[in-house]
């Protein structure tokens, strides 16, 4: 199908998107990459009337280190950040989970604040944003807020993000320089979405798990934390029996749509599989 018939406005600055997504309310959207909206709009599943595209707003774009923050602007891209030599050092899980993202094409335009807006349980940033433990900047006609990511993702296709209100900025805490990490990912094939992920960042002390954070992609409605998980884990060796225990714990809070990619009963197990593999990649690449 082919979408029907919107006006395309290129607003230069945040206050001009701001004040277009005002003056147009309901029958306006942001385009930021298009790899998602698009593809809504060609089957009209979304029909807006007028299409506010992010692309030329400078300060939207850039990824930079700031009091112990990485600052990544909305309108970075997916290649942006896997050729960042600051993420690279810094935030290796960031890299490694957009490498996983789609294919080269799609990861040339789709943004990063475009993956995590649109909500998607498919989505691979939000697991990621979750186990770093970012925030987001929204910022709307009435001013600016900053939202935890935990807390963010309230469903399937819906975050907190309000109408009127452009996500600016992504902020990161440094991990610490010893952090183990891994995003595990099971996909069909390259290009595909996750069947089941998972996203893990874990301290260690000695053989001792100091902390962790587990968080599942495509697993239920929104990503999501597995906090049992988690709590299983802290104060204890990691090893065959703590890492089943922790993905025995994860699989309890699965709740996944059948589709294509499996039925509910393999999209569990495989979601107990990534979390093991994540842990154990982690744990690995922890420094002691
Ligand atoms: C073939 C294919 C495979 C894919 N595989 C994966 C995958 O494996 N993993 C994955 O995570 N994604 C995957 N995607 C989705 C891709 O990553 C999209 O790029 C992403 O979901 C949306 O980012 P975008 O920049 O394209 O946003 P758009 O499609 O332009 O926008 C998506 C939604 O977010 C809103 N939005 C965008 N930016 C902002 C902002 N700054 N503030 C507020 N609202 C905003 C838009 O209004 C729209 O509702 C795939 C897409 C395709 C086409």
């Not at 309310?25 to 998602?36: I, P, R």
């Not at 996983?100 to 697991?127: E, F, K």
Request: proline residues 6%.
């Amino acid at each position: 199908m082919i979408p029907r018939e919107f006006e395309f406005h290129a607003p230069k600055s945040i206050s001009d998107a701001l004040g277009l997504l005002e003056q147009f309310g309901d029958e306006a959207k942001l385009l930021a990459g298009g790899h998602s909206l698009l593809p809504m709009m060609k089957l009209r599943f979304a029909q807006p009337g007028h299409l506010i595209d992010l692309g030329g707003i400078g300060e939207l774009k850039g990824i930079r280190e700031d009091g112990g923050m990485l600052c990544i602007g909305a309108m970075t891209t997916e290649n942006e950040i896997i050729w960042s030599k600051l993420l690279q050092d810094k935030c290796p899980l960031l890299v490694e989970g957009a490498r996983l993202i789609a294919d080269p094409q799609v990861r040339y335009r789709g943004t990063i604040g475009g993956d995590i807006s649109h909500g998607d349980p498919g989505n691979d940033h939000p697991a990621l944003m979750l186990v770093l433990g970012a925030s987001f900047v929204l910022e709307g006609s009435a001013g600016e807020r900053v939202v935890p990511a935990d807390g963010f993702f309230i469903g399937s296709y819906a975050t907190l993000l309000q109408p009127g209100e452009i996500m600016t900025e992504i902020r990161i805490p440094v991990p610490a320089p010893n952090s183990g990490y891994c995003y595990a990912k099971l996909k069909r094939k390259i290009g595909d979405f996750a069947t089941a992920a998972a996203a893990v960042t874990v301290r260690m002390q000695g053989e001792i798990v100091q902390d962790v954070a587990i968080a599942l992609t495509n697993a239920g409605p929104c990503a999501m934390r597995a906090r049992a998980a988690e709590d299983s884990l802290r104060g204890r060796a990691l090893n065959d029996a703590s890492v089943d225990e922790a993905a025995r714990l994860a699989m309890s809070i699965c709740d996944p749509s059948p589709d294509q990619r499996g039925d509910v009963e393999y999209k569990i197990a495989m979601s107990g599989e990534m979390t093991r593999r994540a842990l154990r990649t982690a744990g690995a690449r922890a420094g002691r």
